[in-house]
């Protein structure tokens, strides 16, 4: 652990920290450019030049190349290295173009913020600048090679990092061109980092174009409901549009990046012909009709039927409060069945996997990334949970072996291919993770993973398919298809779920509660508009165990864009947005229990759930297992 | 004396009435009579085109920040040709406290300040004016300042024709 001074103040760091970061650690930061936490160091811009005063190197020195060492004594203020470093900054922006103001980066562009804190200002040269011809980089990030400073960042993580072949850098000396052999869409499925990982704006969100700047952005911190990893995002939205999707960083689960899969879609929360007011019978009416006519519904078919004809359904893609709550309505009402899962083989294997995680062997992305032998088993992991492709090639490239089992088609990490689980040397590995499809869930699995003190992650199916797993065990859940095979379902109510089964005809859906257009919801008899995950809080439970907090980023409503063919937003004033009656599931099971004679619950949280209610949105979450 | 110098203050001080009553008078017969302000006093805030005729406003949201009371808002769009603009653009007048701040904070000479002082409205709602309100035909104070000209991006010019530039570089050629 050395210990070093940096501007008088003692500071100590583990061993391989670099002057840079251990600057940072106590809170100064050093302007830099291609020096990049999870990329590392490559000396390429010059800009974070420190004064050493004393210790075993002295002069002016490039702090983030200089491991931090004992008896260092650091200058960051020293005259010679800020006029180093205001020159280097100077000399950046001697071709960098005046388009501030025509940039999407500009507000949230580090080359602006280093660029006032080197202390340069005004242009002295007068010569002309560089220029560059952009590429077509597909539909999703745009290209604007003037304003490159040639840091490397963008090579490095796409090359390097995530295993791309299709971008890399071109030319040379003054040059240096960041692109493709020719047009054409980014093949990575990570290339949406581009966008974060640019300190200045070449590359920018081409979906969320022109539409705001940062101080005008709508931001919480947020998790990623595309797949069961949980990634760490920061939803972005203005004017009741969600524009684009952020990385946040959580070393334990996604580091600094995300997936593209994760990042660019949004048309869920957009789509203007979303549930968005309560329908009874298809007609439009309000949440006070529509929950009357639930109680009223729910009691004749209750009184017709019995009790046990009733199945309140769940869903992995919605939120640890839903979902608890579903099963209260459930004990309220004392129906027949609560289902979680669709399809029982599916349900079996999700519920067998959750059982045999325990705080020592479930696995992070984390772990992956720091394995020494990764197998794969049963799972096409770019298909299915792309991140944690991105942690194996990590673990490949720190020099872990891959085996697979089965069908794999990444090329972002070699590997080894298998017949069975009892070829892969998993003894003679210190840390090694055992990766499986829910599909592949099975007892030889769980039983090698224990004998040879293997760390599991199994890829689920939802953000909260773990969660739901967890419910299941908790609430003796019945997966839909056995309790309709069982003749004794003549009715459900189902919540945000999306049904991988043909329904009988002569089961009523009562009411469906849903944010996205389903086919459900064109059979339910009420259909109960609910929140999207970015307009509420809530809970995802992790494919590790890690239950996550999102908040709020956005108010519901229909986006002010397209509101007024005319040009501009409407003149009238009112309380609540068009379209923004919705609310989040749990608050609608609430208000129908309230209407089935319960009393008003606050926190869906309850029992055994209850320590999840302080979770902090910006922390590692917290495990369940 | 407090005598004598009670007497003194109240000459003095009819005195001073007097000077008054035999001035000419300051006030101007407002509507009747209208002053006319100098080019930079700041009233009615407009939108101007550059030299070409394009409109000068780029959408880049400096002036909706640097607003001290929050009454300018638009919308950011892109043209085909690639040139950012304003999909739509209010300024609430109702709001506006005339600081000129908007102004100062535009990079493109865009939004400026004008002498016109006369904006009463009978309805509230009349004083929040929309782009179209606000776009004038004209330069308004800089009749050469041309931002796309500058930018060092190509939407006005072909990349690389700005004045402030060199052609393209051929990555692919070993020439310096």
Redesign the interface.
């Known amino acids: 652990m050395p210990k070093l001074i940096i501007d008088n103040i003692p500071v100590e760091v583990p061993e391989g920290t670099n002057v840079l970061e251990a600057a940072r650690s106590i809170g100064i930061v050093i302007p830099h450019f291609c020096w990049h936490p999870a990329l590392g160091r490559a000396g390429a811009c010059r800009a974070c030049a420190v004064k050493m005063l004393d210790g075993p190197v002295k002069g002016l020195q490039m702090s983030c190349m200089l491991p931090a060492q004992d008896g260092m004594v650091v200058s960051t203020t020293d005259a010679e290295a800020m006029a180093m470093r205001r020159s280097v900054i100077e000399w950046l922006m001697i071709n ?7 940039c999407d980066e ?2 949230e562009c580090q080359l602006q913020d280093f660029t006032i804190a080197g202390g340069h200002g005004i242009r002295r040269y007068d010569g ?7 590429q077509y980089l597909g539909e999703f990030i745009a290209h ?1 090679m ?1 304003r490159c400073i040639q840091c490397y960042r963008c090579v490095r993580f796409y090359q390097e990092y995530a295993g791309g072949t299709d971008f890399g850098v ?8 960041f692109g493709r052999q020719s047009d054409g869409p980014l093949e990575s499925p990570f290339s949406g980092n581009l966008v974060d990982i640019c300190p200045t704006g070449v590359f920018t969100d081409k979906t969320a ?5 940062y ?2 952005y709508d931001m919480a911190p947020s998790i990623c409901p595309h797949c069961s990893l949980g990634c760490n995002i920061t939803p972005v939205a203005r ?1 009741r549009e969600l524009l684009k999707v952020v990385a946040r960083r959580n070393d334990r689960v996604n580091g600094w990046f995300i997936c593209d899969r994760g990042r660019f879609p949004k048309a869920n929360v957009n789509a203007l012909d979303r549930p968005r007011q309560p329908l009874v019978d298809g007609k439009a009416t309000s949440w006070d009709e529509a929950l009357d006519a639930l109680r009223e519904r729910l009691n004749g078919f209750l009184e017709l039927n019995g009790t046990q004809s009733l199945a309140i359904i769940g869903s992995p893609r919605m939120s640890m409060e839903g979902n608890t709550m579903a099963a209260r309505l459930h004990k309220l009402l004392d129906t027949g069945k609560i289902c979680y899962f669709s399809d029982s083989v599916h349900a079996g294997q999700t519920l067998e996997a959750v059982a045999s995680l325990t705080p020592d062997n479930a696995a992070s992305q984390e772990d992956v990334r720091q394995a020494d032998l990764v197998a794969i088993v049963g799972s096409d992991l770019l298909a299915e949970a792309p991140m944690m492709a991105l942690a194996v090639r990590q673990a490949w490239r720190n020099g872990a072996p891959v085996y697979v089992v089965g069908e794999e088609t990444s090329t972002l990490f070699e590997y080894v291919a298998v017949a069975s689980l009892s070829d892969i040397p998993l003894a003679e590995a210190k840390h090694p993770v055992l990766i499986c499809g829910t599909n592949h869930v099975g007892s030889d699995i769980i039983d090698t993973a224990a004998r040879n003190k293997a760390k599991l992650s199994f890829i689920l199916d939802g953000p909260n398919a773990f969660g739901c797993a967890l419910l299941s065990q908790e609430y003796g859940a019945t997966p839909l298809s056995e309790a309709v095979a069982s003749g004794k379902i003549k009715g459900l109510i189902s919540f945000e779920s999306d049904l991988t089964l043909e329904l009988p005809a002569g089961i009523r859906v009562l009411a469906a509660a849903d944010c996205r257009k389903t086919p459900l919801l064109s059979r339910a008899e009420i259909v109960l508009p609910s929140s999207a995950w970015v307009e509420m809080d809530g809970t995802f439970i992790n494919n590790e165990g890690r239950a996550q907090r999102f908040k709020q980023v956005m108010e519901p409503g229909l986006p ?2 397209g509101l007024d063919p005319a ?3 409407p ?1 009238l004033h009112r309380n609540t947005p068009p379209g923004g009656e919705v609310l989040p599931t749990w608050r609608i099971i609430a208000k129908i229990t309230e209407r089935l004679g319960s009393e008003w619950i606050e926190d869906p949280l309850s029992d055994q759930w209850e320590r999840l209610r302080e979770l902090d949105a910006e922390g590692e979450g917290i495990s369940v297992v | 004396m407090p005598l004598i110098s009670d007497i003194k203050a109240i000459i003095a001080g009819f005195g001073v009435t007097l000077h008054h009553m035999l001035r000419r008078p300051v006030t101007i017969q407002y509507p009747e009579e209208k002053r006319v302000p100098y080019p930079r006093f700041r009233a009615r805030i407009v939108l101007t085109r550059d030299p070409d005729g394009g409109e000068r406003c780029v959408a880049c949201y400096l002036c909706s920040a640097a607003c001290p009371v929050d009454c300018i808002s638009m919308q950011a769009a892109e043209r085909d040709d690639g040139r950012r603009y304003a999909a739509w653009f209010r300024i609430n007048f109702s709001r506006c406290i005339f600081c000129g701040l908007c102004a100062e904070a535009c990079p493109t000479l865009a939004i400026q300040m004008t002498p016109d002082y006369e904006i009463c409205k009978r309805d509230i709602m009349d004083l929040v004016y929309e782009k179209e309100d606000l776009l004038i035909d004209g330069c308004g104070k800089d009749n050469s300042y041309n931002f796309y000209h500058h930018a060092g991006i190509g939407v006005t010019q072909p990349r690389g024709a700005g004045l402030e530039e060199r052609l393209p570089v051929d990555v692919r050629s070993l020439l310096p």
């Open positions: 960098h173009p005046h388009d501030c103001p025509v500009g507000g002309r600048k560089r220029t560059y011809n952009n604007e003037n071109m030319g040379r000396a003054a040059m240096v061109y174009r022109f539409r705001a700047r101080w005008d004017y002010i864009k040009g501009h937003p003149r």
